[in-house]
């Protein structure tokens, strides 16, 4: 059993994060009330103990606070404290800084508050169960039980089995600097997050900017906890549009194995045999 389970086991969240699961796969989560999940007492201490376990929690934000220095003395206090802070909920400024590249190159990180961390990671608690019932099976970056192993598997699986003979690798430009947050807040709510509440505190998250800077209007924070989950979340229409044009492409007549299907299409049709394996925002299509 995995840690990250257990921990959930432990604070009897496994169940919930099941049965949200389900509902998104039945597509019946709107009425769910998203908000009063979020600040369930088990979730935010699930989430506290997830954030204490992170190699980020010795790094502080603009608050100056570590993971020593944002400790649950009193948990009646501490767990007031959170569901008040998302009454009239507003983030903190982030710390920026520059993390070295293979290239040369260098990539921003923003590094939220500790408070601000444990609040992204009770939404992503809740919110990533709904998400990865409609996630496309081959995107692999960022998910439970997923590796770059998995990909790296499914491309050769392709090669071998799949008569697929070239990869063409694709790195979308300036992926996460460039996320329009209007059309991310819709593509949740068509996935499956309802709860106005929760999704305009999100919006208020990818707001976050540097201190002494304007608050963001596009792009989402490397750094943020919520981050992976929602860039998932825009790259899964792309995910699913790729595979309607060949694997999942509607023929005539059923087919008994996805073998005779594709030699059907390849000779009945003008579409390319394509397939995408996505992690993140690099993709092999």
Not at 82 to 89: D, G, M, P, S
Not at 104 to 113: A, F, S
Not at 140 to 164: D, K, M, V, W
Request: proline share 5%.
């Amino acid at each position: 059993m995995s840690t990250e389970l257990r921990y959930c086991e432990y604070y009897q969240m496994q169940e919930t994060f099941d049965w949200l699961y389900q509902r998104g796969l039945d597509n019946r989560t709107k009425g769910i009330n998203l908000y009063d999940l979020i600040v369930s007492e088990n979730n935010i201490l699930l989430a506290y103990r997830m954030i204490k376990r992170n190699t980020g929690a010795k790094t502080c934000g603009v608050d100056k606070q570590t993971i020593e220095d944002f400790k649950i003395v009193n948990r009646d206090a501490f767990i007031k404290e959170i569901r008040q802070a998302l009454e009239n909920y507003h983030p903190h400024d982030i710390v920026k800084i520059e993390i070295p590249k293979p290239n040369g190159k260098t990539r921003p990180l923003g590094i939220p508050t500790m408070r601000d961390r444990l609040i992204q990671q009770m939404f992503k608690q809740i919110l990533e169960p709904i998400c990865e019932a409609k996630f496309y099976k081959h995107s692999y970056g960022f998910r439970p039980n997923r590796s770059t192993e998995h990909a790296i598997a499914r491309c050769a699986t392709l090669a071998n089995a799949g008569q697929c003979h070239y990869v063409v690798d694709i790195d979308i430009k300036g992926f996460f600097d460039n996320v329009n947050h209007n059309k991310l807040l819709k593509q949740l709510y068509t996935i499956g997050v309802k709860d106005k509440r929760v999704l305009t505190i999100i919006s208020k998250m990818l707001k976050t900017s540097e201190r002494g800077f304007p608050a963001s209007t596009k792009g989402t924070t490397q750094g943020s906890i919520l981050s992976p989950l929602l860039s998932n979340v825009v790259l899964n229409d792309l995910d699913w549009w790729i595979t309607t044009q060949w694997e999942d492409f509607p023929t005539r007549h059923p087919y008994s194995t996805p073998g005779i299907r594709s030699r059907y299409l390849r000779k009945n049709s003008k579409l390319k045999l394509m397939h995408i394996v996505r992690y993140a925002d690099d993709c092999a299509p």
